[in-house]
């Protein structure tokens, strides 16, 4: 802790421990020993006293043991000559304070009965009577729960006033947009929050959330008291626990100061008192800070934010998760719409699907990077276009978080498929930069813009994923040439995640993971992802699963036991067959993780290629999406989708990655890579140098020129024929069928 801050601290401590024994003193003298003080209708006396020594102040002789207390708390104040540490004498000098300040209000509610408006939710404008003092415990049980079931996450303690109006108002909306309490007391330039909200025309009192302890510093003993209460009420802890009652606000009460204007020596004194609950202090003017993390989740004093960051940098220091209940669209939203469909007629927009580019991008950003919730459409929006109209896409969600880890991006960034499939009215299939969406007139009529696809993507990755992210930004770009710059550095990414995998093998790994996010729209479909086989999206290899199972363990990866090996070559093994039985609720008894052959995987809707077999050639083609012409094989790629991508086990057909193409047991048990005689001739540029390298380990350094494409091949005929020219290795392998 910096010195600065300790010596105001312990200065400004002194200050209220003096003024706290001279009041002792008076009332002692003028109501004598026996006279009853305490809090208005409260069994728990003064609860920060109560909570953290046990000692259950009713009487005013009772004040005399928590003064000795304060004395020996106290430290003496910090002498030029003092070195370090600081931190601890600063801590003891703070909960000194507090003791001291509960002294001073308890002889306040005797020596002024009217100055609080006891038992009150609501203040009492037209008397001008608007300091509410301590919750009765009526009030506390009914607020207090709501810290306890998160309809609260916490509270902001705002001590001060902002520099106008205007300011506090907006401040306080955004705390109360976030669910916190707003506990206000003290003033600063001889203003008050409080009366600054009043001028503002704001609601205050506890029903909005906004409650006016006092105008005080001593008031602030009403929001840490309020605290030591719940822990006891609430979390079981017994008075004098003083541990456990610090330890549990720590953990589960999101509270923290805001200092809006002059810090004093008794301000200091406050927060180091309030930094003993972990609770930190975040000011508006420069103040020395004290960043190194300890005792509060992270920073214990943050200085010189300017207003418009305030709040949001106070949820940031206490590690404050934002929760998002409802998601902001002006059309329905849930798990019901995911499978529907928007189809022909109703298509008012549409992006992607191969005829334009989408690309869906998730990314991690450093904190100052990153506003959270916001939504930039920039480009042609719906309302710019005709109905049945097409535009670009491209969506880049910018996450921030202390926790976040770039192998986290992959799974947030499939999520997308899922989250925005449930708006109704809008449709969404596939990933990456082979994704599609199309929006109904439905949705449009109801007012459905670009942005609340951004808005969706905010809410529900907070509500799925906030334990390991804070801040999630969203732009949304519809202009061609930004949207190909997107995608490049879209691809790069994807290039870099794909690379992770590279060198691990099946063999390396006793447990292999499931995926079976795709089950709304193929309900016996099952991914069995190894490192050398991939998702057949393309967005989820072993890595990706294996992360997305330690962030959520209920969620659509789970580990699956290789358990004994069946059959080598095919890649079947016991605990795969087991799960997937179970997986496709006993549609799909056994599957081969190599072969398309024997028993395949089967196949939903989002592959990136679909392989076939073309017998005359005793060969496998593969076709990626983008490709829109006819096949070899006689259908088309969406033909092939039509017809296999039902989750259904098609032997002969197969849904695979791009990246498994030049994985080593890609098509293992049929022969292999040496298997593959024709592919779109721009899958094949994609891949080239994969495929270069991966001929070479296989002794065929010319085999990408012996792959036909359509620019040599348009039949299975004319394949049989270029690769036959071409010497093709399949020709001699043992016949498919
Ligand atoms: Fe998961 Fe497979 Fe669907 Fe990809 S295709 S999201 S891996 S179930
Ligand atoms: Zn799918």
Redesign the pocket.
Known sequence: MSKIIASSAIRGAHKILDYAREKYRISLEKFGPEYEIGFPNTAYYLPIIYAITGIDVSKIKDIEKVLEICSRLIPPPVSEKTHLPYLAPALDAGMATLFAEEIIEAIRYLEEPDFYLADKEDVELDKGKIWLGAANDVIFRKRGVEFVDGTAPGFAAVIGAAPDTETAAKIALELQERNLYVFMCAHSKNSTFTEQLIEAGTQIGWPTRLVPFGPHISACVFAIGFACKVAMAFGGIKPGEFRKNLIYNKDRTYAFILALGEVTDEWFANAAGAINWGFPTISDTSIPQILPTGICTYEHVVSSIPHNQIVQKAIEVRGLKVTVSKVPIPVAYGPAFEGERVRGEDIYLEMGGGRTIAVEWTTSKGMEEVEDGRVDVIGKDVTDVEPGSRLHFAMVAEVAGRRFQEDFEPILE?QNHHLINQAQGIMHIGQRDIAWIRISKQAVEKGFKLKHIGRIIHAKYHQEFGAIFDKVQIKIYTDEEKVKEILKLARASYAQRDARIEGMTDESVDTFYS????QSFAPS?V?I?SPERT???G??NWLDCKAAYEINPEG?NQPVKKGECIDEKLGQFKGCNDYVYKASRQKIERVSLYSLMVDPMTT?G??ECIAAILPMCNGIMTVDRDFTDMTPCGMKFTTLAGAVGGGAQTPGFLGHSKYNITQRKFLKGDGGFLRLVWMPKRLKEELREKIKKRAQELGVPNFIDMIADETVAKTEEEVLEYISQKGHPCLNLEPLL
């Open positions: 499939r995926c079976i996010l795709c479909h991914c992802i998702g057949l999206c967005a989820y659509p939903c989002c592959c």
